[in-house]
Nanobody, 120 residues
Framework: QVQLQESGPGLVKPSQTLSLTCTVSGDSITTNYYYWSWIRQPPGKGLEWIGY???????YYSPSLKSRTSMSRDTSKNQFTLQLTSVTPEDTAVYYC????????????WGQGTQVTVSS
C-alpha cells in the first residue's frame, strides 16, 4: 500500500517562501514511470495542478506558477518537496501530494492534504 504524507508550516507570511515535504512509503520515488505531483485546492475553488517531479528527477511545472515553483527530492528519505516563492493570500489552499501513474494527470494515490494559509 502506497502512502503519502504532506508536512510543513500551516501559516506563511506574504512574500515569504512556502515549503512543503511529501514523505512516501510503500514505493520508491525512483520507480519507473511514476510522477510525484503537487496539487492544491484554494477555498471554494477546484483543484489546481502545480507540477511534478518524475521518477528520473525531471520536473515539470504549471505555466501559471512556473516562475515561483521549485521541486526537488531526497531519494535517501523517499521524500519530495515543493517550494513556492513570493506567496500572497491567493496561495492559501489545501496542498496535496499525489502519485501520477501516467504523467498526464491520472492519480492513484493521494496524501490527506495540508492546509496552508498565507497571512501576516
Amino acid at each position: 500500500q502506497v502512502q503519502l504524507q504532506e508536512s510543513g508550516p500551516g501559516l506563511v507570511k506574504p512574500s515569504q517562501t512556502l515549503s512543503l515535504t511529501c514523505t512516501v512509503s510503500g514505493d520508491s520515488i525512483t520507480t519507473n514511470y511514476y510522477y510525484w505531483s503537487w496539487i492544491r485546492q484554494p477555498p471554494g475553488k477546484g483543484l489546481e495542478w502545480i507540477g511534478y517531479i518524475g521518477y528520473s528527477g525531471s520536473t515539470y511545472y504549471s505555466p501559471s506558477l512556473k516562475s515561483r515553483t521549485s521541486m526537488s527530492r531526497d531519494t535517501s528519505k523517499n521524500q519530495f518537496t515543493l517550494q513556492l516563492t513570493s506567496v500572497t493570500p491567493e496561495d492559501t489552499a489545501v496542498y496535496y501530494c499525489a502519485r501520477d501513474f501516467t504523467g498526464l494527470g491520472y492519480y492513484d494515490y493521494w496524501g490527506q492534504g495540508t492546509q496552508v494559509t498565507v497571512s501576516s
